[in-house]
């Protein structure tokens, strides 16, 4: 008998076809990372089992309905439902804070840790992911500096003369970006927090 570890892929594939101990498998390989990972934002041993049973029914009626498309990526997909179950665990107990559209809140702050352990690196990968898909409801000129600023690292007097308009004009830009975002934000109830 070999010693080659089975890969998570190939584990959901058998599950899919009808192997019920290749989920045992992946539970058992994943499930000390995953309840960590849940204890580490709800800090209660009872809710956080809850959550995670939810987040592993949801898994398996995923896969028995034939909508698992994350190919090779079995543990960060697990790890974003169950971070969506913590979420929606706080909404429905009112306990999570709300974003803050007043004072000097920097969305893009939520993106700059880089001491990162691989749960809260999936769960920032994700953010990153949703703020890139926001932003593209932003006007034109707004979506242009923002991306210039944040995304190339340019300063506001090269956006300037990349765009040919004010150092002025392109900070309002950037301004009215951030505020724009914000509702945007708000409009789909999103919490970027990790």
Same mark, same amino acid.
């Not at 309840?35 to 995670?52: G, T």
């Not at 169950?82 to 999570?96: P, Q, S, W």
């Given at each position: 008998?070999?010693?080659?570890?089975?890969?998570?892929?190939?584990?959901?594939?058998?599950?899919?076809?009808?192997?019920?101990?290749?989920?045992? %498998?992946?539970?058992?390989?994943?499930?000390?990372?995953?309840?960590?990972? !849940? *204890? $580490?934002?709800?800090? =209660?041993? #009872?809710?956080?089992?809850?959550?995670?049973?939810?987040?592993?029914?949801?898994?398996?009626?995923?896969?028995?309905?034939?909508?698992?498309?994350?190919?090779?990526?079995?543990?960060?997909?697990?790890?974003?439902?169950?971070?969506?179950?913590?979420?929606?665990?706080?909404?429905?107990? %009112?306990?999570?804070?709300?974003?803050?559209?007043?004072?000097?809140?920097? !969305? *893009? $702050?939520?993106?700059? =840790?880089? #001491?990162?352990?691989?749960?809260?690196?999936?769960?920032?990968?994700?953010?990153?992911?949703?703020?890139?898909?926001?932003?593209?409801?932003?006007?034109?000129?707004?979506?242009?500096?923002?991306?210039?600023?944040?995304?190339?690292?340019?300063?506001?007097?090269?956006?300037?003369?990349?765009?040919?308009?004010?150092?002025?004009?392109?900070?309002?830009?950037?301004?009215?970006?951030?505020?724009?975002?914000?509702?945007?934000?708000?409009?789909?109830?999103?919490?970027?927090?990790?």
């Amino acid at each position: 008998m070999n010693n080659v570890e089975i890969t998570d892929a190939v584990l959901v594939r058998e599950y899919m076809h009808g192997n019920e101990t290749a989920l045992s %498998k992946l539970i058992n390989r994943h499930q000390h990372r995953i309840y960590s990972f !849940i *204890f $580490s934002k709800v800090f =209660d041993r #009872d809710v956080a089992e809850d959550i995670f049973q939810d987040t592993f029914i949801k898994v398996i009626n995923t896969l028995k309905r034939g909508k698992y498309n994350e190919e090779g990526k079995f543990l960060p997909w697990v790890m974003r439902i169950a971070h969506n179950l913590v979420i929606d665990h706080f909404r429905r107990n %009112k306990r999570m804070p709300k974003f803050d559209n007043s004072g000097d809140f920097n !969305i *893009f $702050s939520v993106l700059s =840790d880089s #001491d990162l352990n691989i749960e809260t690196q999936i769960i920032k990968d994700q953010i990153e992911n949703d703020v890139k898909e926001l932003i593209k409801e932003l006007p034109e000129d707004q979506l242009e500096v923002l991306t210039m600023r944040i995304y190339k690292d340019m300063s506001f007097k090269e956006i300037s003369e990349r765009t040919g308009v004010s150092i002025n004009t392109a900070l309002g830009r950037m301004r009215y970006a951030l505020i724009n975002l914000r509702k945007i934000i708000e409009k789909h109830n999103l919490v970027l927090t990790n």
